[in-house]
C-alpha cells in the first residue's frame, strides 16, 4: 500500500483511512468494553450502598458498561459518567466512588440520598460536572471538593448542608460557570476572596441560607455572571453602589429578605440603581423585605428596556412613585407593597403594555385610581388596599379580561361599584364608602372561584338573586352595610361556599331552608338583622358547621343541643327572645318548641308593672325633696363633657376613677400621631399624661373593627371591649396587665392602662436596626442576655397560669405572642391585650386540663379559616375547626419561648423555610448541636456564675421545653402549670441554687 502523497485527492486520503480502520476489526459495542477493574470495584461498592427502582437494570457485572447510567468511554473502557438523577435512589453513597479516576459527570439529583457527601469526591481530578442537588445529604461541604480544578457545573441545592462554604471551591476552581448551594443551612460569609478569580462563572446561587456578611467585592471581577440569588440569608450592609456597571449580561439580580440598606445612611438608593444602568440584560432585581430606605430615583427608567419584574416591596422606601417607571416598556410585575411611599399614583406607571401584576399595597398614597388602569389589559392583580385613595372606583376596570384579584380594601373610595367588573379569584372592596346596590353582573361571574367582600360599606338594596350562579365561591362578605330584603334562596347553589358573613345589615325574612345542605359551609354570621322563622333544621343537621353567629334577629322555635349545635354556645343565639332550646343559658323549651315559662309572664309581667309604677312614684317624690335641698344648699353642679365613661367595668369608683373622653383628648394631644405608640388589628395605643400627672396608655379600640380581609379577623369591636374588660376584672396577677379605668360611648370605646416604658417584648427579640453598615444592632442593643430571657419567660409562664389554673375563671388568652407582652420599669413582663380571650364556665375553672370541650368556640368571622390569634403562633387545630383551648396558649407560649432563644420570627421561618419554628428547630438546632444560630448573650453574672457548657445545656433545655410546649397533637403538650415550674427551675440553675428535683422535659 502506497502512502498518500501531498497531491492526493483529500477524499482519498479519508476512503484510506477507513479501510485501514475496518481491516483492523470491528468497532467495540458498549456491551463489549472490558471494564477496569478498579471502575468495576467502585461502582460495585456504589451499588452496594444504593437501592431503588433507578437500579433494576444493574445486573451482570460482566456488562456493566450497559447498565442505566454508567457510561464508558469506548476506548479505553474506564468509566467516565455516573448518570443517575431521578433515579428514586435511597441510601448513602460510598467513598469508592472516588476510585473512578477517568470519572467526568457525577449527576445524583433529585434522588433520596442522605448522609454526607464523601470527602473522597475531592480525587475525581477529571470531574466536569457535580449535581448533587435534590438530596439529604447532610453536614458540611467537604473541603476536598476544592481539588476539582477542571470542574464547570457544581450544585449542591436542597439538601441540610451546614457549616461554612469552602474557600478553595471559589479560589482552587477557577473554571466553574455555574455554583448552585441554595436551600441548605450554610453559615458564615460568601468566601470570594480579592485573589479569587472565577471569570467564566454565570450563576451564582446561594439563596436560603443563613449565609452573613456583605456582598464581596471580588465579585466585581466576575463580568460573565448571569444569574445572582443571594435572597432569604442574613446579608446585610451598603448596596454595592459600583459592583454590577462590568457586567452587561446580568439577568436575574435577587437580594431580597435580607439587611441591605441604601447609601448615605439608608437613604439615597440613586447609587445602587445607577450601577445598574449597564446592564442591559436585566430581566428581574429583587431588593424586597430588607428595610431598604430613600426614594425611588428617576433614573430607574433607564434601566434595561428587557426588564420585566422590579420588586422593591417591603422596605423602607418614601416619596412618590416616579412616572419614569412607565418607560420600562417590558414589565410584567412592579411590587413596591409596604413601604411609605406617597403622592398619588402616576397614571405613566400603567404605560408597560404587558402590566400583569400591580402591587402598592400598604402605603400612603392619596389621589384617585388612574382612569388608564383599565387600558392595560393584561393586568390579573391589582392590590391598592391599605392606602388613602379616594374618588371612585374607575369603570375601565371592566375591560380588564383576565383580572383573577381586585383589593382595595381600606381606603377612602365612594360612588357605586361598576357593574362590568370581572375577577376570577379575589374582589376585596370591603372598608371603603361604596354605596348603591350591588350590580347583579358581579354575581353573575359563574368562574368565581375564591372571595368576595364588600364589607363594611354603606351599599343598600337587596342581594342579587343571581348570587346562586357563584358556584365556585368560597367566601362571602356582605357585612356592615344597608342590605335589605331577603336572603334568596338562590343561595343554595353555592356549592362550595365556607364562609358566609351577612351580619349587620337590615335583612328580612327567614333563612332558606335548605342551606345547611351546602356541603362545605364552616361559617354563617347573620347576627344584628331583622330575620325571622325558626331556624333551619338542615343547619343543626349539617356535618360541615364549626361556627353560627344568628345573634339580634327574631328568630323563634326550639334549638336543638345535637348535631352541628354541640360546638355552638348560647352566644351565638342572643337577642332572640322566642329561641329556646337545651343549649346552656338558653330558656327551656316546653313539648311544642315553646318557653315553659311563657304562661306565667303575663302575671310576672303584672307584678312587674305594678312594682315598677310604685317605685317610680317613690323616686319621683324622692327627687322633688333632694331638689329642693339642693337648692336651699346652693350647691353648684358641674357639666360634665358631652362624651364621658361609665365607670371602670363595674368596678368601685373609688377603685376605678371616672375619666371622661375630654380629659383623655387632652392627655394625648387629640389622639396626636406623636404620642402614637402601637397598632394592632383591635385599636391603637397612645401615649397620654392625665391632669394629675400620670402616665398611662390609652388602647382606643376601632368601632368597626379592622382587618377583614382574605383570611384576617373581622373585629367585632363592641364584642371584643366587652371581653376584654371581663377578663380584666376577673384577674388579679402581677405578670398581668392592670386596668386603671375604661371609657365607653356609642360611638367611642377606651380602655386606660399603665404605660409601660420599655415597651413590648417584640421590640426587645427585635430592636431596630442598629447604626453599623449592616443594619443589625450592635450587642449593646440585644438586651436580651440569658438571665432577662428566663426571668422574661418566667414572667409570661405565671401570668398564663393564673388565667389556666388560678383565676377566678378559666381564660384562654387566644393571642399570646411578643408584641403582647409588656415590659414594666424593672423589665418585668405583663401579658396583655386580651381582646380576642375567651373566658370559660365557672364550673370548670378549676378542672383538669385534660380537655377543654368546655370552651366555646372562636368568636371568628374572617373570610377564610377564621383562626383566632396571629400567624405564627396559632395552635394548628385551630386551622381543622378545633375550640380555643389552653392547650392553645401552650402552644403559642412555646412558639414565643424559641423566638426569645432563635431570635426568628416565625413567619419568617415559614416564608423561608417553607415550615414552622417548632420544626425549624427541631431539625435544624437540636438534631445539629445546641449553638446554632441562638441569640442569647450571656450577662456578665451569668459567666461567673456558670461554665459555658452549662450555659449551653440550660439553653438547649430551654429549646427542648419551647418544641414540647409546640407540639403538633394537644394532648402532648404540657401545662401552663408545669411549664412554669420548669422555667423556674432553669433560673435557679442560673443562679446557682441547684437542688434535686424530677423534671419533666
Known sequence: MY??????????????????????????????????????????????????????????????????????????????????????????????????????????????????????????????????????????????????????????????????????????????????????????????????????????????????????????????????????????????????????????????????????????????????????????????????GGDIPVIVGNLSANLSLLFFGDNEITGAIPPAIGNLLSLTQLCLFSNMLEGSIPPEILRPPLLELLDLLNNRIVGEIPKSVGESLHLDAIDLSQNRLQGTIPESLSNLTYLEKLVLHHNMLSGTIPPGLRCSLTLDLSYNKLAGQI??????????????????????????????????????????????????????????????????????????????????????????????????????????????NFSYNMFSGEVSGKGASVNLTVDSFLGNPGLCGSIPGMARCDGKGRHVHRRRLLCIAVVVVAIVAGVSAMAWVNANLQLKTRRRLKLTIPVNDHHLSRGAIGEKDGEHPRISYRELVDATDGFSEANLVGKGGQGHVYRGILHGGMVVAVKVLHLQGDGCYAGEDIVDVDGNFERECRVLRSTRHR??????????????????LPFMPNGSLDCLIHPPRGADAGGKPPAAERRLDLKLLLSIASNVADGMAYLHHHAPFKIVHCDLKPSNVLLDDDMTAIVSDFGVSKLVAAQDAKSPDTSDSSSTPCPCSSITRLLQGSVGYIAPEYGLGGNPSTKGDVYSFGVLLLEMITGKRPTDVIANEGHSLHEW??????????????????????????????????????????????????????TMDDVAQEIKYRAEDLNGDKHPRSRKF
Open 3 to 292: 502512502a498518500p502523497s501531498l497531491t492526493m485527492p483529500r477524499f482519498l486520503t479519508v476512503l484510506i483511512a477507513i479501510a485501514v480502520v475496518a481491516s483492523s476489526g470491528p468497532f467495540p459495542t458498549t456491551a463489549s468494553i472490558a471494564v477496569d477493574s478498579s471502575d468495576r470495584a467502585a461502582v460495585l461498592s456504589f451499588k452496594s450502598g444504593v437501592y431503588g427502582n433507578g437500579l433494576s437494570g444493574w445486573a451482570s457485572p460482566a456488562a456493566m458498561c450497559s447498565w442505566t447510567g454508567v457510561i464508558c468511554d469506548p476506548n479505553t473502557g474506564r468509566v467516565i459518567g455516573l448518570l443517575l438523577s431521578r433515579s428514586n435512589l435511597t441510601g448513602v453513597v460510598s467513598p469508592a466512588i472516588g476510585n473512578l479516576s477517568m470519572l467526568e459527570r457525577l449527576e445524583l439529583h433529585g434522588n433520596h440520598l442522605s448522609g454526607s457527601i464523601p470527602p473522597e469526591l475531592g480525587r475525581l481530578s477529571r470531574l466536569k460536572e457535580l449535581s448533587l442537588h435534590d438530596n439529604f445529604f447532610a453536614g458540611p461541604i467537604p473541603e476536598k471538593l476544592g481539588l476539582l480544578r477542571n470542574i464547570t457545573y457544581l450544585t449542591l441545592d436542597g439538601n441540610n448542608l451546614t457549616g461554612d462554604i469552602p474557600e478553595a471551591i471559589f479560589c482552587n476552581c477557577s473554571a466553574l460557570t455555574f455554583i448552585g448551594l441554595s436551600g441548605n443551612s450554610l453559615t458564615s460569609e460568601i468566601p470570594l476572596r480579592p485573589r479569587c478569580q472565577l471569570p467564566a462563572l454565570r450563576q451564582l446561587s446561594l439563596y436560603g441560607n443563613r449565609l452573613t456578611g456583605g456582598i464581596p467585592p471580588a465579585l466585581s471581577n466576575c463580568t460573565n455572571l448571569q444569574w445572582l440569588l443571594l435572597h432569604n440569608n442574613n446579608l446585610s450592609g451598603v448596596l454595592p453602589p459600583e459592583m454590577f456597571n462590568n457586567m452587561p449580561d446580568l439577568k436575574f439580580l435577587y437580594l431580597s429578605h435580607n439587611h441591605f440598606s441604601s447609601d448615605h445612611g439608608n437613604s439615597d438608593l440613586e447609587p445602587f440603581v445607577s450601577s445598574l444602568v449597564n446592564c442591559t440584560g436585566l430581566l428581574e432585581i429583587g431588593i424586597a423585605s430588607n428595610g431598604v
Open 439 to 548: 350590580p347583579a353582573e358581579i354575581a353573575v361571574l359563574s368562574s368565581f372561584q375564591m372571595y368576595l367582600n364588600l364589607s363594611n360599606n354603606l351599599l343598600q338594596g337587596s342581594l342579587p338573586l343571581q348570587i346562586g350562579k357563584m358556584e365556585m365561591i368560597k367566601a362571602l362578605d356582605l357585612s356592615m352595610n344597608n342590605l335589605s330584603g331577603a336572603i334568596p334562596t338562590q343561595i343554595i347553589s353555592c356549592v362550595a361556599l365556607e364562609c358566609l358573613n351577612l351580619s349587620r345589615n337590615a335583612l328580612q325574612g327567614s333563612v332558606p331552608t335548605s342551606i345547611g345542605d351546602l356541603p362545605n359551609l364552616h361559617v354563617i354570621d347573620v347576627s344584628f338583622n331583622g330575620l325571622t322563622g325558626v331556624l333551619p333544621s338542615s343547619l343543626q343537621a349539617s356535618p360541615a358547621l364549626r361556627y353560627a
Open 735 to 752: 405578670n398581668l396587665i392592670r386596668v386603671i379605668t375604661a371609657c365607653s360611648t356609642p360611638d367611642f370605646k377606651a380602655v386606660v
Open 921 to 974: 428547630v427541631k431539625s435544624r438546632l437540636l438534631d445539629v448541636g445546641v449553638g446554632v444560630d441562638v441569640d442569647v448573650e450571656l450577662s456578665s453574672t451569668t459567666s461567673t456564675t456558670m461554665r459555658r457548657a452549662e450555659t449551653t445545656q440550660l439553653v438547649a433545655e430551654l429549646l427542648e421545653l419551647g418544641v414540647a410546649c409546640s407540639q403538633l397533637v394537644p394532648a402532648m403538650r404540657p
